[in-house]
C-alpha cells in the first residue's frame, strides 16, 4: 500500500474537512486550540467550531478544562481495532518481552506505510541507551535498523521513488549514496538482517530482521538498538533473526 | 465523563453518519462487509459505498483483497496521540513490565470511561492463569480487580448508577448486593487496594490498587489477575500498590 496516509484531498466534501481537522493532531502537536485546529486544517473558525463539536460528541476528541482539545479515548479504541497496528503487535508483544528481557536493550516493532516507518511497539531495555522513536511516530525508511529491512523487501517502484528522492543525512555515518543504498539492501536481502552503524547518531547501532506474514511477504521488522561499541552486532543478529521468526512463525500460524 | 463514546445521536448530519459507519467495528466485529456496515449502522448502502470511499481515501478504513473492511493504521496512528491512552500507557509500561518480570503473573492497566474500565495495557504473565481481556476492551465496573478500584474513587451518580443498576453475575462469587458491594468500595478507599475473587472466573484472582494523577484524582488501576489457590493474595498486595505508587508519582512528576 503506497497511500501514505496524509491528507491527500481525494476525501470528499462531506467527511473531508472533518477529517482534515484531526490531521491537525500530531506527535509535535498532540493538543490544539480551536484556531490552530482551524488554521492548520484550513477551514473557517466557525465551520471548525461545529465540527469539533460534532467529533467532540462522538468521542473522537476531547476538551480538557484549559479549552485545548487533544485526541479522545473513542479513536484510541477504535484504532486498537486496525490489524496491521494493534493486532500485529498483540500478537509480537510476547516474543518482544523475551527479546527485550533477554538482552536486556531496546526493542523495536516496525512496519513500512508508503515510503515511511511506523512504528508499532517499543520497549526500552533497562539502561539502555536512549532512542529518538515513539509508538505511532514516522521515521523514514532509510538509516534506521527496520527501515531498511522494510525498504529491501519493497516493492521496486518505492524503492526507486525513495532512493532517488532527498535522503536525509542525519550523521556523517548516513548512507545517501544511491549506488550503495542499493548495495546495503542487496546485502539485507542476501544475509537476512541489516546493520545500522551510527547512521541516526554515533552513539547508537541497530540491527533489524524481517518479519514474514503468509506467501513470503514481508509484513514488519524487529530490530535491537544498542550502544555503539558495546556489544558486536554480529552476537546481536542471532537473537534478532531468531525472534523475527519466531513471530513470523506465530504470524502464519492459523490462530 | 460519563460519555459512552457509543453512538448518540448528538453528532450532526455531516459527520454523523460516517461516525456511525465506524461504530460498526469492535473486537467482536473487527472485520466488515459493506452491507453489514450499512445494515449495522442504519445507512443506505449506497451512502455507505460513499462514504466508506471517503474514509478509506483517508486511511480511518483500508479494505482488503477478500473485499472486507478493516480499521485503517491512519486511525491507529491518530489513536497513539490519545493522552489518556497511549499517553498513560507509555508512561507506565516500564514499571508494569517491572511488575511482570517481577510476578510472573498477568499484569494490567485499566482507566474508567463513563460506567465501563477499559483496559489500556496487558502484559501477559510466562506461564500464568489466561484472562479473557485484550488492550482496547472493555469491561463493567464491578466484579474485576481494576473496576473495583476504579468504582471505589468514581463520583457519586457513577456508583448509584452502577449499584443501582442490573449488576452482571459472571460466576457464583460475583458479588451483586448492592449494599455488599457498597460495603467491599468502602474497603478499597480504606485499604488502598481490592481483592476480586473468582469473581469473573471461579480460577482467577485479582488485586489491584490506584493509580492518582495530580489533585488526589484517580485516574487509572494497576492489577495482578492470577490463578486462585496459588500465591496469598496478601503477598501481592504490597507488589500492586507499591507499582501504582510509582507510576503515580511518575504521572506527578514534571516531564
Chains 1, 2 share one sequence.
Do not use: K
Not at 466534501?13 to 490552530?36: H, I, K, M, T, Y
Not at 526500552?124 to 529491512?149: C, D, H, K
Not at 519493497?154 to 548516513?174: C, F, K, L, M
Not at 550503495?180 to 541497530?206: H, K, P
Amino acid at each position: 500500500m503506497a497511500r501514505r496516509g496524509r491528507p491527500t484531498g481525494s476525501t470528499g466534501p462531506v467527511v473531508g474537512r472533518a477529517l482534515r481537522l484531526l490531521d491537525a493532531f500530531s506527535a509535535q502537536r498532540p493538543e490544539l486550540s480551536l484556531s490552530e485546529i482551524a488554521r492548520r486544517a484550513e477551514v473557517p473558525v466557525a465551520t471548525a467550531h461545529r465540527l469539533m463539536h460534532e467529533l467532540c460528541g462522538w468521542g473522537a476528541v476531547e476538551r480538557g478544562e484549559d479549552g485545548l482539545y487533544r485526541i479522545g479515548l473513542r479513536l484510541w479504541e477504535l484504532g486498537s481495532l486496525a490489524p496491521r497496528g494493534q493486532g500485529l503487535r498483540e500478537l509480537a508483544l510476547p516474543f518482544l518481552e523475551d527479546l527485550s528481557q533477554i538482552s536486556r536493550e531496546n526493542v523495536q516493532l516496525a512496519i513500512r506505510e508508503g515510503s515511511e516507518v511506523i512504528f508499532i511497539e517499543r520497549i526500552a531495555g533497562s539502561g539502555a541507551v536512549p532512542v529518538l522513536t515513539r509508538v505511532g511516530g514516522r521515521f523514514a525508511l532509510t538509516a534506521t535498523g527496520v527501515g531498511l529491512v522494510l525498504l529491501a523487501h519493497a516493492p521496486a517502484d518505492v524503492q526507486d521513488e525513495v532512493i532517488n528522492g532527498s535522503i536525509e543525512r542525519y550523521t556523517s555515518h548516513t548512507v545517501t549514496d544511491p549506488a550503495e543504498l542499493r548495495r546495503m539492501l542487496a546485502d539485507v536481502r542476501t544475509n537476512g538482517f541489516s546493520i545500522s552503524d551510527g547512521q541516526i547518531s554515533l552513539d547508537t547501532l541497530s540491527v533489524g530482521a524481517p518479519i514474514y506474514g503468509g506467501h513470503e511477504q514481508v509484513v514488519a521488522a524487529v530490530s535491537l538498538v544498542v550502544r555503539n561499541g558495546g556489544t558486536s552486532p554480529h552476537a546481536l543478529v542471532p537473537l534478532v533473526r531468531t525472534s523475527a521468526r519466531a513471530i513470523s512463525r506465530a504470524l502464519s500460524s492459523p490462530a
